[in-house]
Nanobody
Framework: QVQLVESGGGLVQAGGSLRLSCAAS????????MGWYRQAPGKQRELVAR???????LYADSVKGRFTISRDNAKNTVYLQMNSLKPEDTAVYYC??????????????WGRGTQVTVSS
C-alpha cells in the first residue's frame, strides 16, 4: 500500500544543480524520518542526508554546504537540492522512509532509485 515515488534525477554538467523529490503515499499514520542514500559503481550505499519529522537534519561530510534536504510534512514529501555538483556525486540515489503504520508499527521503505550523472 505504501509507495515512494522519486523524481528529479538526470544528467548535469559539473557545477550544475538538480532537485530530487520523493513522495510517500499509502496507509501511513506518521512519517518519522525520510532521507536520501546513494550508491556509486563499486561502492557501498551511503547516507547522503536525512531529516526527521521535527526538522532535524543530518548530512554526509562530502555534501555539506552543497546539498540541502527539506520536507513537506503535509505531503509526506522530501526534497534534496543538490548544488555545485561534482562527478563524484554520480550515483543511484535512493529515497528512504521510516514511518508508523495505522497499526502502530514502525516500518522502513525504499524507493526504486533515480540515476544522477554528473559529467566533467
Amino acid at each position: 500500500q505504501v509507495q515512494l515515488v522519486e523524481s528529479g534525477g538526470g544528467l548535469v554538467q559539473a557545477g550544475g544543480s538538480l532537485r530530487l523529490s520523493c513522495a510517500a503515499s499509502g496507509s501511513i499514520f506518521r512519517v518519522n524520518a525520510m532521507g536520501w542514500y546513494r550508491q556509486a559503481p563499486g561502492k557501498q550505499r551511503e547516507l547522503v542526508a536525512r531529516i526527521t519529522s521535527g526538522g532535524s537534519t543530518l548530512y554526509a561530510d562530502s555534501v555539506k554546504g552543497r546539498f540541502t534536504i527539506s520536507r513537506d510534512n503535509a505531503k509526506n514529501t522530501v526534497y534534496l537540492q543538490m548544488n555545485s555538483l561534482k562527478p563524484e556525486d554520480t550515483a543511484v540515489y535512493y529515497c528512504n522512509a521510516h514511518y508508523t503504520t495505522n497499526r502502530g508499527s514502525v516500518v522502513e521503505h525504499w524507493g526504486r532509485g533515480t540515476q544522477v550523472t554528473v559529467s566533467s
